[in-house]
């Protein structure tokens, strides 16, 4: 389920650049682009799943983990490298926590914001992985 990808890092002595071209470095268009920042310690983001959406989440600053979960397993990873990238394709419970303090999350996506892509109930995410299974 956890699909990770180290994007092109170029370091020297004065720093370091990463950079990550749709289609070539990622499996899809960059449709949308957005970050999460200012998180309050223990708090939790995510906590939904999409029926069509692809993203790649990265932690550009500081560090935060993942939980997935597909309807029959979890995983979690933690992220801390502003060049590797996680991969959330459909269907994927997802929930982001144990951000570090200024820890800034950038999220590349397929798609444009659509509420009706997602499912934020959990019972009726259950459901629909089931439904798709048979
Ligand atoms: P949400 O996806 O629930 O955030 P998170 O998964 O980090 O908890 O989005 C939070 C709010 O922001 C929600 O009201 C919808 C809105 N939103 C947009 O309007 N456009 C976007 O691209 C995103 C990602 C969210």
């Not at 993203?55 to 995983?75: A, F, I, P, R, T």
Request: proline letters at 4%; a negative charge.
């Amino acid at each position: 389920m956890i699909s990770t990808k180290d994007f092109p890092k170029f370091s020297d002595s004065s720093g370091s650049l990463t950079f990550i071209e749709g289609e070539n470095h990622i499996p899809f268009t960059i449709s949308r682009v957005y970050y999460v920042y200012d998180v309050a310690e223990n708090a939790l983001r995510g906590h939904h799943a999409h029926k069509q959406l692809e993203q790649y989440l990265m932690c550009v600053h500081g560090s935060c983990s993942v939980w997935m979960d597909n309807g029959k397993s979890k995983e979690k990873i933690r992220l801390d490298s502003p060049s590797t990238g996680l991969y959330v394709g459909p269907s994927i419970w997802h929930v982001m926590e144990d951000f570090s303090p200024g820890a800034v999350l950038l999220v590349l996506a397929s798609a444009p914001y659509d509420e009706s892509d997602y499912i934020r109930d959990y019972e009726e995410f259950l459901r629909y992985v089931k439904e798709k299974d048979v």
